[in-house]
């Protein structure tokens, strides 16, 4: 998915300096949330407001219109159902999508011909629609990452600083997620499987009680309203070590989002190439001076 040589980047905030002052907010580019009614999809609108983003449109599913379960503080934002995604990006500079893998599967090949620049969080992605978003990526930019936390990042930095184990070690990963996820293992947690390279470690399969030699075993949870956890366990005979992230809210993808969706417009340079990048593109790029 990586289309730039990645650097071992520092994490850093994507809130422009400045604040949320209307000379911040003339440079930041115009958001059309899909999904923005959904809770990543909100966490992201209020997130973008707090930043000072402009919220051009919000997209719900097909048949949405304004109803009691709308987020109370974003009320006042225009508001499409997905049957109007023409009309609802008249005014974007940015896509960001958070929906479900069906509704992706019916809109990447919409948006896809609009070369617009798109941020895509949605995960479960058919392979269908992987076609359809590297076809897209060939008109615009686009950064597509199953985790845009940026405590993951973290995560993934510590998993790819492990070499080969010790004789008697083992690889797992243990996921937890809400009970309405339907895809597992998380995206994340096959991810940091190819972080784990440098381990040895050939490929993953899911925990059955049986452990496949040089594998690593993913376990999934889902139950209640859990953000997302992953656990990277390093088993040894006589002792464990774990390496764990816990997301608190859907707050904890949001900054990742907005840096992402800056990085794909930004004040001053370039935009980046047509291409499909991760968040670890994004984090390792260079900053252009005074951004
Ligand atoms: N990459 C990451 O870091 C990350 C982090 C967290 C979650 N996620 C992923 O983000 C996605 C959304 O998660 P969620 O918890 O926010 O789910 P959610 O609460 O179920 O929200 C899904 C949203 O998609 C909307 N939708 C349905 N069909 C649509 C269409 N055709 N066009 C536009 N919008 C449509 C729904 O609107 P209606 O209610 O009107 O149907 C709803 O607002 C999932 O794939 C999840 O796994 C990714």
């Known amino acids: 998915m990586t289309s730039t040589e990645a650097r071992s980047a520092p994490i850093f905030s994507p809130r422009p300096a400045g604040g949320?002052?209307?000379?911040?907010?003339?440079r930041l580019p115009r958001l059309a949330v899909l999904g923005g009614t959904g809770r990543l999809g909100s966490a992201v609108v209020?997130?973008?407001?707090?930043?000072?983003?402009?919220?051009?449109?919000?997209?719900?599913?097909?048949?949405?219109?304004r109803s009691r379960s709308f987020p109370a503080d974003v009320?006042?934002?225009?508001?499409?159902?997905?049957?109007?995604?023409?009309?609802?990006?008249?005014?974007?500079?940015?896509?960001?999508?958070?929906t479900t893998a069906a509704a992706e599967e019916l809109n990447i090949p919409r948006w896809?011909?609009?070369?617009?620049?798109?941020?895509?969080?949605t995960t479960g992605l058919s392979p269908r629609t992987l076609r359809a978003?590297?076809?897209?990526?060939?008109?615009?930019?686009?950064?597509?990452?199953?985790?845009f936390s940026l405590g993951v990042q973290i995560l993934t930095q510590l998993a790819r600083a492990l070499g080969?184990?010790?004789?008697?070690?083992?690889?797992?990963?243990?996921?937890t997620h809400r009970r309405s996820k339907r895809d597992h293992p998380s995206g994340t947690a096959?991810?940091?499987?190819a972080s784990l390279s440098g381990t040895g470690a050939l490929g993953w399969s899911e925990a059955s009680g049986v452990r496949e030699p040089g594998r690593v075993e993913i376990a999934s949870l889902r139950g209640g309203d859990v953000p997302g956890q992953h656990t990277l366990w390093v088993s040894g005979p006589h002792e464990v070590v774990r390496i764990e992230h816990w997301a608190f809210g859907r707050e904890?993808?949001?900054?990742?989002?907005?840096?992402?969706?800056?990085?794909?417009?930004?004040?001053?340079?370039?935009p980046p190439r047509p291409g499909l990048y991760s968040l670890r593109d994004v984090l390792s790029a260079p900053r252009p001076e005074g951004a």
Do not use: K
């Not at 949320?20 to 003339?26: C, E, G, K, L, W």
């Not at 009320?75 to 958070?98: K, M, N, Q």
């Not at 978003?133 to 985790?147: C, E, F, G, K, Y």
């Open 252 to 270: 904890a993808f949001v900054d990742g989002i907005l840096a992402a969706a800056r990085w794909l417009a930004p004040a001053r340079g370039p």
């Open 190 to 193: 096959q991810a940091l499987v």
């Open 133 to 147: 978003l590297r076809d897209a990526s060939t008109r615009a930019p686009i950064v597509a990452d199953t985790n």
């Open 46 to 65: 209020r997130g973008a407001q707090a930043a000072g983003f402009p919220v051009a449109a919000i997209v719900g599913g097909p048949n949405r219109r």
């Open 20 to 26: 949320t002052s209307s000379t911040v907010a003339a």
């Open 112 to 121: 896809g011909e609009y070369s617009l620049p798109a941020v895509v969080a």
């Open 75 to 98: 009320e006042e934002l225009p508001l499409f159902a997905a049957v109007d995604l023409a009309l609802a990006l008249a005014g974007t500079d940015v896509i960001v999508s958070a």
């Open 164 to 175: 080969p184990l010790p004789d008697g070690f083992d690889l797992s990963i243990s996921e």
